[in-house]
């Protein structure tokens, strides 16, 4: 079956540290973006990528990076600069690059705990 | 800029209920708008999407309308049942060819069907 996983589910994270999520799709979608989910704030956009060895900021990226070397692969690091990183961490995909008529699939997320 | 705001924020409602679900948004220029259902702790699961030029989508007990005159969409649920306790999301697409086809989303109404 083709989707989208996500990992870990769950993280914990020392203040301080780097943790890195995983999110791998075998939709042979173009496009790929993170997003973060606060409670009663609704989801945000942290980076998206169009196209391989390409990405672009979204509208909460202090703190965060990613890296685009595979289609199928789209990694986001929480960096210790990130300054309120507990949230639940939501990645997904498109078909479309760039096009607003764009039908995402998202992942089942990730939940980063700060300790 | 496009806002996306749904009412009311949580909802509940016994069983059998039949139930509407409220989004609106700001620029009625709108590519397709969508309906997402949310588990707790739980990934995004796609709905209904209605294009521009559609008035009504319809999946099983649910039906989903929209207005772009007014801004405005609505998610129909009827005969209720507490399997579809869940947070429910609305979003659309944005139209700046620079933020590549992200998806622009309310914070969500949570609803809980009582047995």
């Known amino acids: 079956d083709g989707g989208i996983t996500q990992s870990p589910k769950y993280l914990f994270r020392k203040e301080g540290q780097n943790v890195t999520l995983s999110c791998e799709q075998n939709l042979n979608h173009d496009a790929m973006y993170w997003y973060r989910q606060d409670p009663g704030q609704g989801l945000r956009l942290i980076y998206y990528?169009?196209?391989?060895?390409?990405?672009q900021k979204g509208d909460i990226a202090e703190g965060y990076s990613v890296s685009r070397e595979k289609k199928e692969s789209f990694p986001l690091t929480v960096t210790s600069a990130q300054k309120n990183p507990t949230a639940f961490y939501l990645c997904a995909s498109s078909t479309h690059r760039g096009s607003g008529a764009n039908v995402l699939t998202f992942g089942a997320g990730s939940r980063l705990t700060v300790l | 800029k496009q806002e996306v705001t749904q009412i009311p924020a949580a909802l509940s409602v016994p069983e059998g209920e039949n139930l509407v679900l409220n989004c609106s948004f700001t620029d009625s220029a709108i590519y397709n708008l969508q309906w997402f259902r949310q588990d707790p702790g739980k990934g995004l699961t796609s709905l209904l999407l209605i294009q521009s030029s559609q008035r009504e989508q319809t999946s099983g007990r649910l039906n989903a309308s929209l207005d772009k005159s007014s801004g405005r969409s609505t998610l129909y649920i009827a005969a209720s049942q507490p399997g579809d306790s869940a947070t429910y999301l609305c979003?659309?697409?944005?139209?700046?060819?620079?933020?590549?086809?992200?998806?622009?989303f309310g914070q969500g109404t949570e609803l809980s069907v009582k047995p």
């Open positions: 990528s169009q196209i391989v060895n390409d990405f």
């Open positions: 979003a659309v697409p944005s139209r700046v060819p620079s933020q590549g086809g992200k998806l622009i």
